[in-house]
């Protein structure tokens, strides 16, 4: 009696939690961007192709908006397995992989001519040699965020002295507080989950990002100014929990990495129209705009001894490829 009582829950179990329809794969992609934001509008479209063309077998669902928890939590929860997928900037990601942020050098790239060959080449080779040796997973091409550039609520930045005790969001990542640290701000570390109620609060009075999360995010909402700093670039890599990429196949896993590189390859060039052309939308919200010299603002970061102390914790061989990279000393 007891055996077949038992039986019969647990089958009974199994059809609950295995219905007909439920693909064999159901896996979740966690990020920090706004359904609007070109990362989950391509996301989305290369979810629905991964479907199709796995016939079923591989769901991939969308988590946006820091919905399942902010930055740092989800670099943990992808190391766990709590999600399997989950798009980071590599500069947030050195908190666990150091020279991940290598691509963040202050006034290293000065443009997208020099980013992509980086990234598609030998710098972005390096990254994901250092990211596999932690244990996640990533794709070969990484996704654009952009060249970042200076918000503020109450003044424009127009020179590095603009910046000094300037009370300045930045991402939770070293090489974030040590450059504006470098430039003599107060940098407040907050997760991007946090970060329009900080500014909306008065917590901090500045932040700093791409024109296209401006618009995406409502920044506009709750800042002034927007100085044309270029300062870095930084990207998206789609982090992958390793147990659960290498439950898949191969040939789900040729799926899931093409469409999700194809779709690298349509944002990026989505995100760089929307950096050159949001300008004019973003004054129609109220925003005013300058544009500094950065050549001063990047002698005050050599001044501070910004570049010696990162090509130290670098080391030389990562800092070799970045200045190959960029065509440049740094
Ligand atoms: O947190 C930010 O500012 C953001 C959205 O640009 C990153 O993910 C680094």
Redesign the pocket.
């Given at each position: 009696m007891i055996g077949a009582a038992g039986a019969g829950i647990a089958t009974s179990f199994a059809i609950r939690s295995r219905p007909a329809e439920a693909a064999e794969f159901s896996y979740k992609f966690a990020n920090?961007q706004a359904l609007t934001h070109p990362m989950n509008v391509r996301a989305g479209e290369a979810v629905a192709k991964i479907k199709e063309e796995s016939g079923g077998r591989v769901e991939i669902n969308i988590f946006p908006s820091s919905q399942l928890g902010a930055?740092t939590d989800m670099l943990s929860q992808v190391r766990s397995g709590g999600v399997e997928f989950f798009s980071l900037?590599p500069?947030?990601l050195s908190t666990l992989v150091p020279n991940a942020s290598i691509n963040g050098v202050g006034f290293a790239f000065p443009g997208y001519e020099q980013v992509w060959p980086a990234m598609d080449g030998k710098l972005g080779e390096y990254a994901r040699g250092q990211i596999a040796e932690r244990g996640l997973v990533t794709f070969s091409k990484i996704w654009d965020?952009g060249f970042r550039q200076i918000t503020s609520s109450n003044k424009p930045i127009a020179s590095p002295a603009d910046l000094e005790g300037f009370k300045i969001r930045v991402?939770v990542s070293p090489l974030w507080t040590s450059m504006f640290s470098a430039f003599g701000s107060a940098p407040a570390s907050i997760n991007?989950a946090e970060?329009y109620t900080a500014l909306q609060t008065g917590i901090v009075d500045g932040q700093e990002?791409p024109l296209a999360?401006l618009t995406t995010h409502k920044i506009y909402e709750v800042q002034k100014f927007v100085s044309m700093t270029n300062h870095m670039w930084?990207g998206f890599w789609i982090l992958g929990n390793r147990r659960a990429w290498e439950a898949l196949p191969e040939d789900l896993q040729e799926i899931v990495e093409r469409n999700f590189n194809d779709a690298a390859m349509l944002e990026r060039d989505d995100v760089m129209k929307l950096n050159a052309s949001l300008r004019a939308e973003l004054e129609g919200h109220g925003m005013a705009f300058n544009e500094p010299d950065t050549a001063a603002f990047q002698k005050k970061l050599a001044d501070a001894g910004f570049y010696a102390e990162w090509k130290g914790k670098y080391g030389d061989e990562a800092w070799a490829i970045l200045e190959e990279a960029v065509g440049k000393d740094l």
């Open positions: 920090n930055d900037s500069i947030i965020n991402p991007f970060t990002n999360i930084d």
